[in-house]
């Protein structure tokens, strides 16, 4: 039996938090707030979307959450300072550890792929700036389906991109209504809990396996 691994992007593999320096350039002691309000509006407008069947893609509901969080916080940018960094989201980092624990995943011999609400292009470039994409088989984005995670058939457009089985395949997500999504569709799911403060959705569905640093999946699987 071979493990397909199917790893979200932001928040698992890269940190949409690293635009947070960036960010302090414009909005000086905000900057933190202001990230936190970005990313939790950004996530919100992609379920809206979702449910709504109004799909618009990841880099339009980016930039309206921008535009949302800067008219909330009164942070008073300018359209040049949001198109700054609206092209930082394509220059995010990997979080430290995901390099070296995705070598070692490839050593076992697992296929492995980037599954993500974000853009085929904008991937491939942010992934490849971030030393990621030689570990990966590939990436399957959302925008084939038209529609965001927790979407069912998001996760079908994922086995059928890859030939994978549900049963032999294996969500990696440090965002719990993703590890949800993916149970419901019958996969295996890893939480990367990286913040111990972090509290699972009472959905009275647990996660296969939990993971402080990804990492530990190695041993784990």
């Known amino acids: 039996m071979t493990i ?5 992007v932001y928040g698992t593999l890269i940190d949409p938090f690293g635009v947070s320096a960036k960010l302090s350039e414009y909005v000086g002691d905000k900057a933190s707030q202001f ?6 509006k950004q996530i ?3 379920f809206r979307r979702g449910l709504m069947r109004d799909y618009r893609d990841f880099s339009t509901c980016t930039r309206q959450a921008l535009i ?4 909330r916080l009164q942070t008073n940018l300018s359209a040049e300072a949001k198109d700054v960094l609206m092209s930082k989201y394509r220059l995010l980092p990997a979080y430290p550890a995901v390099p070296k624990a995705l070598q070692q995943l490839k050593a076992k011999n697992c296929r492995m792929y980037a599954f993500s609400n974000g853009q085929p ?3 491939e470039h942010l992934l490849e700036h971030a030393g990621l994409s030689a570990h990966l088989d590939g990436i399957v ?8 995670k927790p979407d069912p058939a998001v996760y079908k457009h994922f086995l059928d991109s890859t030939n994978a089985a549900a049963s032999d395949t294996w969500l990696v997500s440090g965002n719990a209504f993703d590890i949800i999504g993916a149970h419901a569709a019958g996969w295996q799911t890893a939480w ?20 402080v640093e990804l990492v530990d999946l190695v041993d784990a699987l």
């Not at 397909?4 to 979200?8: E, G, I, K, V």
């Not at 990230?35 to 939790?40: C, E, F, G, K, L």
């Not at 949302?68 to 008219?71: A, D, L």
């Open 4 to 8: 397909t691994l199917a790893f979200d």
């Open 35 to 40: 990230a936190q309000v970005w990313r939790d």
């Open 44 to 46: 919100e407008y992609l």
């Open 68 to 71: 949302f969080t800067n008219e």
């Open 121 to 123: 292009d904008d991937l």
């Open 141 to 148: 984005s959302v925008h084939e389906v038209q529609s965001y």
């Open 192 to 211: 990367l809990k990286r913040d111990p403060a972090a509290v699972f959705d009472p959905w009275d569905i647990e996660p296969t396996i939990t993971v």
